[in-house]
């Protein structure tokens, strides 16, 4: 029968894994844990070559021990036999409960068997413990050579001692066990240390985002850093950047919300008004009149809107930054074709002073052309008829170098920062003017990493010089 509930399992298990795997707490705790495990079974391995090393040594110094009793056993009767009765005491020190078997030769130095079990393999060097197998069973094997008072010349006999390996893996067994578990222990009380102390520790990072999700939507004041660790100030710090940001952003659409609402309220009224005196003249030259004023606000209204759009265009964040690499002396060219008609419509003599090395900058491409046109339309706006406006490119060193140059009224000293401001018109000058070209400019300006600033033209003039990276 197929099991109907194993899909919403399987689906709860992979949603489970997936919580665990994105989750801050389990990812540290994690990383502790393997690293602690890591190092424990290092330890671990070491630990169990120690308790090799150590099992051996103690059964090295019995099969020492039980040799020189069997040795110091042997000795030789008036007949000039050797003798030897094997002590029980020889035997017994290896009954520990496991079981061990026991081997024992005695040999002279002539090769002659006194007694033991013959064919016991004798290790290489004496006294030192050798692992060897006899009759199938692996064994630990010890050698000594003794002296014996009355053979002659060869007076030595060689004694072999060799024990099951049971109570040798006995006695490593426990002593790794011993420290498995202190491992273990070791292991489970850094675990619990380690819960509680990220608990604790990112108990400063569940404050900070309580302190985040409770502010209302209009609440964009700084957080304060202290409220967490040095390690994470950082991150309050480019939190309150950026809220000071979105609250500088938002404060800039209110006002330019307002700001249009409030520019675009007269003239749009002003054309509602004049479309209705149109409707009304029944005099074909006044109704000209009314529609000629009609058709002069509503380019009024067009070019404003666009200005607007313009600048929102140009303000930090409303849009994803363009890294255009563009000729600025070829913008100004092209843009100057556009405008000639306008020029020569005015009678403005209209120039442009540039070699034909080009001079690149990076930015928005189109941006840059919209600064380029709102520096000669504001120029050619504000000039008389008969004059003059001269677009200037350079460059010195790493820097493009734009200037713009009229035989305008210019604008005073004092007035020179507020004509940035959007909205911003000098009084006395004519009614056409948005007061945004400038603001646009510096928009454009700032946004490039350069510069702009106002000066007097050789003539009298305005002329405005703008500085941006050359590359």
Partial sequence: MRNEDAPPAKGHLSRTIRALTSSLRAQLFAWVVLTLIGAICVNL?????????????????????????????????????????????????????????????????????????PGLPRPKRQQTGEDMTFRTDGMRLMMLDHPIVGLGQDSTISVTVAVTHHSQYAMRRRLWLSDFTKQLVLVLIAGLVTILGLQRGLSPVLRLRDAVRERGRERLDPLEPDMVQSELRPLVHALNDHMERVQNQMAAQRRFVSNAAHQLRTPLALISTQASVAARETDDRSRDEALAALRSSTRHVTRLASQLLTLSRAEPGSRRPRNDTIDLAETARQVLQILAEEALRRNIDLGLEADETPVHVEGDGTMLREMVVNLVDNALRYTQA????????????????????????????????????????????????????????????????????????????????VRLPAV
Avoid: C
């Avoid at 007949?79 to 040999?107: H, K």
């Avoid at 493009?400 to 004509?419: H, M």
């Fill in 386 to 465: 008969g004059g003059r406006v001269t677009v200037g490119i350079g460059r010195e060193g790493d820097t493009a170098l734009l200037w713009v140059e009229d035989n305008g009224p210019g604008i005073p000293e004092a007035e020179r920062t507020q004509v940035f401001e959007r909205f911003y018109r000098i009084m006395g000058t004519e009614p056409e003017g948005s007061g945004l070209g400038l603001a646009i400019v510096r928009e454009v300006v700032d946004g490039a990493g350069g510069s702009v600033a106002l000066g007097d033209a050789a003539d009298g003039g305005l002329v405005v010089r």
């Fill in 45 to 117: 391995y070491l630990s169990f070559r120690s308790a090799d090393v150590t099992a051996k040594l103690v059964t090295d110094r019995m099969l020492l021990a039980s040799a020189r009793v069997i040795a110091e056993a042997v000795h030789v009767d008036p007949n000039g036999n050797v003798q030897l009765d094997i002590p029980p005491s020889a035997l017994e020190m290896f009954d520990t409960g496991y079981g061990d078997r026991v081997f024992y030769q005695v040999v002279t130095a002539w090769g002659n068997l006194i007694a033991g079990y």
